[in-house]
């Protein structure tokens, strides 16, 4: 396993943990929850108070740990595309060699062979490049479109039977840009014609 494997291991570990630990801390915020509303059924104002100051701890802390999990997981996202890259730039180096070879022996067969094993390795060279620039233009799950985001939180509190608050909707962060424009896809259309003649 290289060092970027074993990196990769350990981000989608941390990650996996840090998962668990804000499910700990909303159980543990639950319990507070559930400690206050008895606290203030007996009249005990003092000590709803203290419930009252542990359970916003311990949502502060539940959502704490899932942003540093989601950053985690977009950092580990970038490590498994720098794997994925590696590994096709060596398979891509063989094919080189391997049409080396084929021009000397000018044999057709050997050539067509090692073109299409190329124009394959190409391909999955065009998937990886693809996915990493997703990842890129997306760096942390912050970069989710805030219509799916709104959208998800209002069908989820509508089944729950709760209402948004209208700050939610006052709310709109920056508009991030995902992908190519129409004229870097044309620009990069003439390249691959350029490549293939």
Same mark, same amino acid.
């Given at each position: 396993?290289?060092?970027?494997? #074993? ?13 668990? !630990? ?10 507070? #929850? ?13 000590? &709803?108070?203290? /419930? ?13 740990? %899932?942003? %540093?999990?989601?950053?985690?997981? &977009? ?34 067969? #050997? ?13 999955? %060279?065009?998937?990886?490049?693809? /996915? /990493? ?5 997306? &760096? ?14 209002? #069908? ?14 006052? &709310? ?10 129409? !004229? ?7 390249? %691959? ?5």
């Amino acid at each position: 396993m290289s060092g970027l494997e #074993k990196a990769l291991f350990n981000l989608k570990f941390t990650a996996k943990q840090l998962n668990r !630990q804000a499910a700990k801390a909303g159980k543990d915020e639950t319990a507070e #929850k559930n400690k206050l509303k008895k606290a203030i059924q007996q009249n005990h104002t003092d000590i &709803a108070k203290i /419930y009252a100051q542990n359970a916003i701890r311990k949502e502060n802390e539940r959502l704490n740990l %899932l942003r %540093l999990a989601s950053r985690i997981d &977009a950092v580990s996202s970038r490590v498994q595309t720098a794997v994925t890259m590696r590994s096709v730039t060596g398979s891509m180096a063989n094919v080189v060699k391997g049409m080396d070879q084929a021009m000397k022996a000018m044999d057709l067969e #050997k050539i067509s062979a090692v073109m299409d094993k190329f124009e394959t390795q190409f391909e999955d %060279l065009d998937v990886a490049t693809g /996915y /990493y620039e997703n990842a890129t233009s997306s &760096a942390t799950a912050v970069g989710t479109p805030q219509e799916d985001v709104d959208r998800l939180m209002n #069908k989820v509190a509508d089944e729950a039977g709760v209402e948004l608050h209208q700050e939610m909707e006052a &709310a709109t962060p920056a508009k991030t840009k995902v992908g190519p424009t129409e !004229q870097d896809e044309e620009n990069l259309g003439e390249r %691959l014609r350029a490549l293939r003649s």
